[in-house]
């Protein structure tokens, strides 16, 4: 039962460890890209506005 639950976490950490590594290299290769100013302000303003609805779902929300 060990030996299964290890094969099973040394899986997991295989899988997760992997994506880490493939997105980092995928926001490497669009640095240049995301530091354009225009696409820069644009993140922003989205990043922002969904933020601002997050603050006010929870402002309205009841008890």
């Known amino acids: 039962?060990?030996?299964k639950s290890m094969l099973l976490v040394s899986v997991?950490?295989?899988?997760?460890?992997s994506w880490l590594?493939?997105?980092s290299h995928l926001i490497c290769r669009?640095?240049?890209t995301i530091e354009k100013d225009s696409i820069r302000k644009?993140?922003?303003g989205f990043s922002g506005s969904i933020l601002?609805?997050?603050?006010?779902?929870?402002?309205?929300?009841t008890n």
Do not use: P
């Not at 997991?12 to 460890?17: L, W």
């Not at 603050?55 to 929300?61: A, Q």
């Open 1 to 3: 039962m060990f030996i």
């Open 12 to 17: 997991q950490f295989v899988i997760g460890m």
């Open 21 to 23: 590594i493939i997105l």
């Open 30 to 32: 669009l640095k240049s």
């Open 42 to 44: 644009t993140l922003n």
């Open 52 to 61: 601002i609805l997050i603050g006010l779902k929870l402002g309205l929300e």
